[in-house]
């Protein structure tokens, strides 16, 4: 009887729909199916060999060294599945967010030999005005647990000082989780009163008190399949605490007023800007419902602690405001007065300094003039520092020319996103010039 050839490694994996490729323990890809060689333009034989961080992030170092979480480095060291989001470069040299599931691939003995990668291309929410903007050491290193716990059902504490933008922080674990198409529901501990936050979260039922002619539905059933999002949860009264730790631990609720139990399937993403343990301490917050809350915390980063985000955050503020696009980029003299500057507001005194910039600029161009700061201009115990850092990025930046703008993309054959990294620009700031340029 003849013997039936059995499928080769890449007849298999080309039966995914979409991009798959095997990785040995040196980064190196060992087999790929067509759909990977077709999203990132690279063909079999330009393709075996090389290092995965080299086609999906065009970078010349593991993604672990540019604050990513590196799935292989995770799968190799534990011999587990996991998944991670990550940003990729498509075949044209488009950022894109994906979610990769990688998992071990065995030998005979148990032990781990390659990693199987797939990769899912997520879309972006909205026109990309809710993705968080950064690439500081310390923005990377909170995106790396956000990676980490989005996908999964863990309930979050956001930790931050005022205006560092937890609510963002949340909708960005919102969206990359699997319940990104169930609501998104916002209550703040710190808007109502005692009496009013129960109602609003819980809801009640008629007659429950003065007032109450219909019953009323909660926050935890509106948010039901989705997520809830409660901002200052020091401000909850401590009745209130017990009732919302019963309902974490039960994952039922009960209306003010009825005698019913209702089963919610809802994920808590909490957040605070005070001190959690301290008032755990001082007997203003229960210490039971303190440990169900802080299963997976994260330390949002004030802008102080991030300044080289500080021009991108200001120019992606300026790209939302009508008349701000053609701001963009900031002068020198604009650059180095932002980063002088403490920001103890955070990203929102940011973002109202440059809103106010743009209206005082009206038809001119945007001076330092413009940038009106709280509390003075420059930091006395960082002042070199500061300079320093503005000066190097000043030297980075500057205007730019058609010129330079031609020379970078013949430099990188067309790749909008290369030429934006080689001009130290967002690819928005590039794409804008290319427009103005009125060139394809």
Not at 309 to 322: P, Q, V
Request: glycine fraction near 8%; proline fraction near 4%.
């Amino acid at each position: 009887m003849p013997t039936t050839k059995k499928p080769s490694c890449e007849q298999i994996i080309d039966i995914l729909p979409g991009p798959f490729v095997i990785i040995g323990k040196d980064y190196k890809i060992l087999a790929a199916n067509r759909a990977y060689q077709d999203h990132y333009g690279v063909e079999t034989d330009n393709l075996l060999g090389r290092y995965c961080y080299e086609v999906s992030h065009h970078a010349s170092a593991p993604c672990s060294q540019h604050g990513e979480q590196c799935p292989l480095e995770e799968v190799f060291s534990t011999g587990k599945p996991c998944q991670v989001m990550h940003v990729h470069y498509d075949k044209d040299g488009n950022e894109e967010y994906v979610q990769l599931q990688a998992a071990p691939i065995l030998g005979d003995g148990g032990e781990v030999m390659y990693m199987g990668e797939y990769i899912q291309v997520q879309a972006q929410p909205g026109n990309g005005d809710d993705l968080l903007v950064g690439r500081s050491p310390a923005f990377l290193r909170m995106s790396s647990l956000l990676q980490r716990v989005a996908p999964t059902r863990s309930t979050v504490l956001l930790l931050g000082e005022s205006g560092v933008g937890k609510e963002k922080v949340a909708e960005y674990i919102h969206f990359y989780s699997k319940r990104r198409n169930g609501p998104f529901v916002i209550v703040d501990g710190g808007m109502l009163g005692e009496n009013l936050i129960e109602s609003e979260l819980f809801g009640y039922e008629k007659g429950a008190f003065t007032g109450a002619n219909s019953r009323k539905i909660g926050l935890f059933e509106t948010a039901n399949g989705g997520t809830l999002f409660i901002d200052e949860i020091c401000e909850l009264p401590l009745a209130l605490q017990t009732k919302l730790l019963r309902a974490l631990e039960s994952n039922t609720i009960r209306r003010v007023g009825g005698n019913e139990y209702i089963k919610v399937d809802v994920r808590i993403i909490a957040a605070t800007n005070r001190d959690m343990q301290r008032r755990v301490a001082d007997g203003q917050f229960r210490q039971d419902l303190y440990y169900r809350l802080s299963a997976f915390p994260i330390h949002i980063p004030p802008l102080r602690q991030r300044r080289e985000d500080i021009i991108a955050l200001a120019e992606h503020f300026l790209t939302s405001l009508d008349e701000g696009t053609r701001h963009v980029p900031l002068s020198s003299e604009v650059i180095e007065k932002l980063l002088g500057h403490d920001f103890p507001g955070n990203i929102r005194e940011l973002r109202n300094t440059i809103e106010r910039a743009v209206i005082l600029a009206c038809d001119d161009d945007l001076t330092p003039a413009h940038i009106v700061l709280e509390g003075g201009d420059a930091l006395n115990s960082e002042e070199a520092n500061v300079r320093k850092a503005a000066g190097h990025l000043i030297k980075r930046r500057g205007r730019l020319t058609e010129q330079m703008v031609l020379d970078a993309l013949a430099q990188c054959d067309g790749h909008r996103s290369r030429a934006a990294r080689r001009l130290h620009v967002s690819e928005r700031t590039l794409y804008r010039y290319l427009k103005r340029m009125r060139i394809d």
